[in-house]
């Protein structure tokens, strides 16, 4: 299996904040890289699929980038939704692995 | 728009087996997509378990492919997990997903509530 490794595994930021997750793959994966957010009580929510596409609806602020193994998801000015814990999950070949998650608090 | 809505015992004893429920609404199970389940777990963090295809396909992880069974029932458009011999371990919160391929580059979108699950005497 792919292992992902996020880091940091959380980070306290405040609104306004430009906040950066990194992803990294035990193999290259290409661009076959997922993003999720997470609220408390709530199902993970695609964010960026393919490693830098936005799925409809979410905002602008959140970008995706990174090929190979090496990801980034960027949120460039952090608001109060926005506190979460954030996944990355390979699709380059099953069994797609997850990250183990970043919190984002306060 | 799909909508998922899991059901289930929340409380299994070990060596059972843990069945689970996915109500899909908004689509039609037999018009494509695959319909699988992922499991979280505070151990194990987020855990892909398997997905099927209505017309046949089925995928399963491998360290949980001879404990699991996933099908579809296309008259009541809804989707059912079995997993044998369950231990503690497999105490999670169990969701019911889709993704539109399970080829490469493919995504869980979206996914049902959840419905949590313990494996407990």
């Known amino acids: 299996d792919i292992q992902m490794t996020q880091s940091p595994s959380s980070l306290s930021a405040s609104v306004g904040d430009r906040v950066t997750i990194t992803c990294r793959a035990s193999?290259?994966?290409?661009?076959?890289l997922n993003w999720y957010q997470q609220k408390p009580g709530k199902a993970p929510k695609l964010l960026i699929y393919?490693?830098?596409t936005l799925q409809s609806g979410v905002p602008s602020r959140f970008s995706g980038s990174g090929s190979g193994t090496d990801f980034t998801l960027t949120i460039s000015s952090l608001q109060p939704e926005d506190f979460a814990t954030y996944y990355c999950?390979?699709?380059?070949?099953?069994?797609?692995?997850f990250g183990q998650g970043s919190k984002v608090d306060i | 728009q799909v909508q998922l809505q899991e059901s289930g015992p929340g409380l299994v004893r070990p060596s059972e087996t843990l069945s689970l429920t996915c109500a899909v609404s908004?689509?039609?199970?037999?018009?494509?997509?695959?319909w699988g389940w992922i499991r979280q777990s505070p151990g194990k963090g987020l855990e892909w378990i398997g997905s099927?295809?209505?017309?046949?396909?089925?995928y399963h992880n491998p360290s949980l492919k001879s404990r699991v069974t996933i099908s579809v029932d296309a008259s009541k458009n809804q989707l059912s997990l079995k997993l044998s011999s369950v231990t503690a371990a497999d105490t999670a919160l169990y969701y019911c997903v889709t993704s539109y391929s399970m080829t490469t580059g493919s995504w869980f979108d979206p996914w049902g509530q959840g419905a949590l699950v313990t494996v407990s005497s």
């Open positions: 193999h290259s994966i290409g661009t076959y």
């Open positions: 999950q390979q699709s380059s070949s099953l069994p797609g692995t």
């Open positions: 393919s490693a830098s």
């Open positions: 908004g689509y039609s199970i037999r018009s494509g997509l695959y």
């Open positions: 099927t295809y209505y017309a046949g396909s089925t």
